[in-house]
Nanobody
Framework: QVQLVESGGGLVQTGGSLRLSCTASGSILRINSMNWFRQAPGKQRELVAG???????NYGDSVKGRFTISRDTAAKTVYVQMNSLKPEDTAVYYC????????????WGQGTQVTVSS
């Protein structure tokens, strides 16, 4: 089993920055990818940023150039640095990890609220 603990959400003004972090723990044999998704009220969950096992990254179109995903492999922690935040970035942000523990499976964090005021 894998546990994910997220932190770093909060309230910020337009143009501000936040950094979210997510640490994975448990009987993990291998982490295949670490990702951030978000879900705003009344909207579908969408990919914010992802990082694969070999370090390749991908971003949602709406955050390209503003958000940066990174990781500390040894600490099994993924970060997303969010700059130039906009009110439309307001959502619950979820950490997602695809890991072999021991079988390949998706795991989700509990979510952390990010609110950007105008």
């Amino acid at each position: 089993q894998v546990q994910l603990v997220e932190s770093g959400g909060g309230l910020v003004q337009t143009g501000g920055s936040l950094r979210l972090s997510c640490t994975a723990s448990g009987s993990i044999l291998r982490i295949n990818s670490m990702n951030w998704f978000r879900q705003a009220p009344g909207k579908q969950r969408e990919l914010v940023a992802g990082m694969s096992l070999n370090g390749n990254t991908n971003y949602g179109d709406s955050v390209k150039g503003r958000f940066t995903i990174s990781r500390d492999t040894a600490a099994k922690t993924v970060y997303v640095q969010m700059n130039s935040l906009k009110p439309e970035d307001t959502a619950v942000y979820y950490c997602n990890v695809h890991a072999n523990a021991p079988w390949p499976q998706n795991y989700w964090g509990q979510g952390t609220q990010v609110t950007v005021s105008s």
